[in-house]
Every structure is written in structure tokens, then in C-alpha cells.
């Protein structure tokens, strides 16, 4: 069965260096996501992307945040200058069609994410 | 965002079946109902979803009310591997009418022996 993968599955940093996150999204899949969920809270959306630029984004995703398809099968998010409350699960998601409230189902199928932590 | 209510916490015993209510009073007419699960560090799961009629496939089952102001998720034989946070969501449409899960708290299931 398809899966979304993520590396590396846990990410060590000293504040202020800037990290790299890798997702490779299901293969047919056009709709990208990123989710992030610190410690003991609720997963929270970053940001949607779709042909090479930013669908959507939500308030936590600031010009620290950026988001990037380098080449046909990765997905990446970086952020800048680290900081301590950047610690956290981020999760990448998929789904081959957009998410629409009101139509039939689309899903979105999420990897096993990366566990960043900013020391 | 459409509010669902969750109970923060159930438990159920290994083979037994678990019922996780969820209300969602202000649903509007064309929103559908969606679980996900989420076991220990993982990345979410999707379960199920539906918009008015009952709903069953390989894991789980899905009973909406008549005024659909609410559900229940049925896991028919709970084992080990469902100890997770369930969460259920309303969609909401966007701008354009895009759609963008929102993770309350959920329940926190766990299955005993």
C-alpha cells in the first residue's frame, strides 16, 4: 500500500540553525500539507500546497516557515533560524484530489513525521 | 470552524466493542462528519467519514443521528492496536470552499486486556 514517507524521523538542532524537513508524498498525489504538533497538543495545519506554490497557510506559518517541491517526489518544509518553541511533530500529508467541505471525500493521507527538536 | 464535543477519555476492554460519541450541534447541511485516529506519535488516520446515513467499512462503523447534531464511532471488537486519540471533525468549508481538517483534543481510547 502507498505511503507518505518523512526523513529523518527525528531532527536535533541548536537554536538559530535552520533544518530541513523531507517528505515524498504518494506518487499520484497532487495536494500537499504540512501539520505541526507540539508536545501534548493538537495537531495544527501549516500550510497546503498545489503546482509548485502556497494553496493555503495558516497564521503560525511566517516568513520563518517555507515550503518547497524541489524535484518530482520530494516535499519539503525549512525553517529559519530555529527557535525553541519550534520544537515539535511535524507531519506531512497527501492527497491526490483538493479537499472540498462539501463534496465527496478526498482524504488526505498523513506520514509518520519527524520529531524536531531545538536545543 | 463548526465545533465538535468530544469526552476526553474512555476506556474498553480487549474485544469488546467501543462506542466514542461525538457532538457536533451546529453541523450545517452539506458538512460531513469525519474520524480520524491517532496512535502514539504517529501521524493521524483516517477512519471513516459520512454526511447523513449510517456508515460501516473494514474498521469501523459510523451512526449519525436523524438531526445529525451527532455520532458515534464503533470500533465492533476493540483490540490492543486501537489504544489511540480519536478525533472527530466537522468539514468547514473555506474560502472557495476548500477544506482543511481541524484536530480538537479527541478522546483518548484505551483498550485493556
Known amino acids: 500500500e502507498p505511503e507518505v514517507t518523512q526523513t529523518p524521523s527525528h531532527q536535533v538542532t541548536q537554536m538559530g540553525q535552520e533544518v530541513i524537513l523531507r517528505c515524498v508524498p504518494i506518487s499520484n498525489h497532487l495536494y500537499f500539507y504540512w501539520y505541526r504538533q507540539i508536545l501534548g497538543q493538537k495537531v495544527e495545519f501549516l500550510v497546503s500546497f498545489y503546482n509548485n506554490e502556497i494553496s493555503e497557510k495558516s497564521e503560525i506559518f511566517d516568513d520563518q516557515f517555507s515550503v518547497e517541491r524541489p524535484d518530482g517526489s520530494n516535499f519539503t518544509l525549512k525553517i529559519r533560524s530555529t527557535k525553541l518553541e519550534d520544537s515539535a511533530m511535524y507531519f506531512c500529508?497527501?492527497?491526490?484530489?483538493?479537499?472540498?467541505?462539501?463534496?465527496?471525500?478526498?482524504?488526505?493521507?498523513f506520514g509518520p513525521g519527524t520529531r524536531l527538536t531545538v536545543l | 470552524d463548526a465545533k465538535t464535543t468530544q469526552p476526553p477519555s474512555m476506556d474498553c476492554a480487549e474485544g469488546r466493542a467501543a462506542n466514542l460519541p461525538c457532538n457536533h450541534s451546529?453541523?450545517?447541511?452539506?458538512?460531513?462528519v469525519y474520524w480520524y485516529r491517532q496512535i502514539h506519535s504517529q501521524g493521524p488516520q483516517y477512519i471513516i467519514h459520512g454526511l447523513k446515513n449510517n456508515e460501516t467499512n473494514e474498521m469501523a462503523s459510523l451512526i449519525i443521528t436523524e438531526d445529525r447534531k451527532s455520532s458515534t464511532l464503533i470500533l465492533p471488537h476493540a483490540t490492543l492496536r486501537d489504544t489511540a486519540v480519536y478525533y472527530c471533525i466537522v468539514r468547514v468549508a473555506r474560502s472557495g470552499g476548500s477544506y482543511i481538517p481541524t484536530f480538537g483534543r479527541g478522546t483518548s481510547l484505551i483498550v485493556h486486556p
Open positions: 451546529t453541523i450545517s447541511g452539506n458538512e460531513y
Open positions: 500529508a497527501s492527497s491526490a484530489f483538493r479537499l472540498l467541505a462539501g463534496g465527496q471525500d478526498n482524504e488526505q493521507f
